[in-house]
């Protein structure tokens, strides 16, 4: 029998933690005055501006180049970048063929039917720069070129055809110019495990409100076993009737997890897993269990002081009645502060996560609490938010003691922390005359981007991971801007200027003890090819 596994008990486990007690994590320097001689400040602490950087090169599509990466060995004040040759896979997909008649071994022969090749990956050369593209082909001959951006990929292979399943292959690295060849095949029919079954609403009625789709995983890595197949039609006379095919992998493995979703990730069905033996299939059909009708969720949603949130963002997510998932459409408070959200039933031992995302503009912090709901208790009366903590600081120009006026101050969220969501993001506050700033922010992990009002002046970062606290306001000590160096070249390609194609330049660097990368200044060149950038020095 399928045995259903309760996946969202794990995405959601230590949710009720909801804020942490240790103080916040501050940014190890804050001027390059606390730094040695021809050293900058930097957000991991004080370091070589000239050393630890990276660039970024993204041509014009047009002209057949993704981005590209490179270390850089020695930085000059003019700094030409000549791009290699666009990298590209090479591959050639053929499928195994089963013809007993003709040979005792299945033939492998070119697959000319529509495929889509996805990458999904990161730079090899600047830490949590991902990358992820997706490539639509068909061919004639089984033989495809696939132009990427540099980096390591995992490569799936997804036929139009979903009595194929998708080809997984990782740890795909390619550098900028290069081209690396990929044999790929698909497996024979005959090796592939086929599944029949049916899935069900309960008391032997399908579901026929909604389209629901179905997908075997792997059990312990949930890559995907076979392609994402329709289960319902959404429509009146919806059998809940599923073949899959399954990779060759599938029959080593004593057991698949099936996944029952529906397409419409709002829809007010609910997504459960069922584990199924690999030796017995399925004999009985599937269950999303009875979960009843659909209900309107109200509330409302008010600041410490009483005052209604507008604009924040509210949902519900978790185990409801019959053993599915749910996570629920995510709607906006009214001017009153008020909300209306359909859901699901949850049951009484297992409550709902009610989570609330005030715009970045309000006092009132992110909030999630436990909530059981059902049709006839769907009420849940105000929602009061703690404030969010009120984060001062102030900016010094780059001989450390005259106010950087106007300069902008941005708030990026880039981790949550202590079981909470990602912050909004959009914080962000401008200096006045005395260089002072004020950004109201919730606990998680912030990078804080300086921009000066002075063009000749670089751009500054620093890293800061708030927690609760009793005291909802932090004073930073002052921040020092660095001095500018002005940096610039051109860009080509094969001899040929490449105008418009956009630059980044990096310091590779640790925060935290993670592998970071910081961006320290960004543009796009002219259209003669040109650029000119600000990066700090001493």
Not at 115 to 121: C, D, E, H, I, Y
């Amino acid at each position: 029998m399928p045995r259903f596994v309760p996946l969202a008990l794990l995405l959601l486990a230590g949710c009720d933690a909801l804020f942490g007690t240790r103080g916040p994590v501050l940014p190890p320097c804050q001027s390059d005055a606390e730094c040695g001689p021809g050293a900058v400040c930097f957000p991991d602490g004080c370091g070589d501006p000239g050393r630890n950087l990276a660039l970024v090169v993204a041509p014009s599509l047009a002209t057949g180049h993704f981005e590209q990466d490179f270390a850089i060995k020695e930085l000059r004040s003019t700094f030409d970048v000549e791009i290699p040759a666009p990298s590209a896979f090479e591959a050639t997909l053929e499928r195994f063929i089963n013809h007993a008649n003709l040979h005792p071994e299945p033939i492998a022969l070119p697959y000319a039917s529509p495929v889509t090749f996805t990458f999904a990956g990161e730079s090899t050369v600047i830490p949590g720069l991902r990358r992820r593209q997706s490539l639509q082909r068909v061919s004639t001959d089984g033989t495809f070129r696939l132009p990427v951006a540099s980096g390591v990929y995992t490569l799936s292979v997804t036929a139009q055809d979903t009595s194929l399943p998708p080809l997984i292959l990782p740890e795909l690295e390619i550098q900028p110019g290069q081209t690396r060849d990929l044999v790929l095949h698909l497996p024979a029919s005959l090796d592939l495990l086929r599944v029949d079954g049916r899935l069900l609403q309960s008391g032997g009625v399908a579901v026929q409100a909604t389209v629901v789709e179905i997908q075997a995983l792997h059990p312990l890595t949930q890559a995907p076993l076979s392609q994402r197949v329709p289960v319902s039609s959404g429509q009146l006379g919806s059998t809940g009737d599923f073949t899959l095919y399954l990779a060759p992998e599938a029959r080593t493995l004593s057991s698949v997890l099936l996944m029952a979703t529906p397409k419409d990730g709002t829809a007010a069905v609910p997504s459960r897993a069922f584990e199924l033996s690999t030796s017995e299939l399925l004999r009985e059909p599937l269950e999303l269990g009875d979960f009843g009708e659909p209900f309107e969720v109200t509330g409302r949603v008010l600041a410490q002081d009483g005052v209604p949130v507008e604009r924040a963002v509210v949902y519900l997510e978790g185990l409801v009645k019959g053993g599915g998932t749910l996570t629920t459409e995510k709607v906006l408070t009214r001017a009153e502060g008020t909300f209306t959200v359909k859901s699901l039933a949850s049951p009484e031992d297992s409550p709902l996560r009610l989570t609330v995302l005030p715009p970045p503009d309000a006092r009132a912090a992110l909030h999630r609490r436990s909530v059981v709901v059902s049709a006839e208790d769907a009420e849940l009366g105000d929602v009061t938010c703690p404030e969010r903590i009120a984060v001062r600081g102030t900016i010094l120009r780059e001989d450390g003691t005259t106010p950087a006026a106007a300069a902008r101050v941005v708030a990026l969220p880039v981790a949550p922390v202590d079981g909470l969501p990602l912050p909004n993001p959009g914080a962000e506050a401008r200096t006045g005359d005395d260089g002072a700033w004020e950004l109201l922010l919730d606990p998680g992990s912030w990078r804080l981007d300086i921009f000066p009002a002075d063009p000749l002046l670089p751009r500054v970062s620093r890293f800061l991971t708030l927690r609760d606290q009793v005291e909802r306001s932090l004073e930073l000590t002052p921040l020092g801007l660095s001095r500018g160096r002005r940096v610039g070249g051109a860009v080509s390609a094969g001899g040929q200027r490449m105008a418009n194609a956009a630059v980044r330049f990096y310091r590779v660097t640790s925060v935290e003890g993670r592998p970071s990368a910081v961006l320290l200044a960004e543009t796009v060149a002219d259209t003669a090819g040109r650029y000119e950038v600000i990066l700090p020095t001493r």
